[in-house]
Nanobody, 119 residues
Framework: QVQVVESGGGLVQAGGSLRLSCAASGHTSVPFLVGWFRQAPGKEREFVSEITWSDGIPRYAGSVKGRFTISRDNAKNTVYLQMNTLKSEDTAVYYC????????????WGQGTQVTVSS
């Protein structure tokens, strides 16, 4: 059974930094994409960033480009999201998701980790 576990959330002041981690386990096929999404109170879940597992090609939402950096450590089956220059509007529950090779969507999701940015 595929498990996705996020960690690293917390409370930070505006302008500060946090690093989120996403650990994946139990997958019998190689992940194709690992993505980060977020959902703020009263809003729909939105895409934040993703990275290809094999060659580490990143993609970012416009709202975080230049401030967030996604990376992966294949040996540890872990993806990181370094978040710098945080803003109050970054406050949300952040979710990690896996899209396995041969599939067309993110099917495996973590429980989420809360990020709160105080102004």
């Amino acid at each position: 059974q595929v498990q996705v576990v996020e960690s690293g959330g917390g409370l930070v002041q505006a302008g500060g930094s946090l690093r989120l981690s996403c650990a994946a386990s139990g997958h019998t096929s190689v992940p194709f994409l690992v993505g980060w999404f977020r959902q703020a109170p009263g809003k729909e879940r939105e895409f934040v960033s993703e990275i290809t597992w094999s060659d580490g090609i990143p993609r970012y939402a416009g709202s975080v480009k230049g401030r967030f950096t996604i990376s992966r450590d294949n040996a540890k089956n872990t993806v990181y999201l370094q978040m710098n220059t945080l803003k109050s509007e970054d406050t949300a529950v952040y979710y990690c998701a896996l899209r396995l090779a041969g599939t067309t969507r993110f099917e495996h999701w973590g429980q989420g980790t809360q990020v709160t940015v105080s102004s």
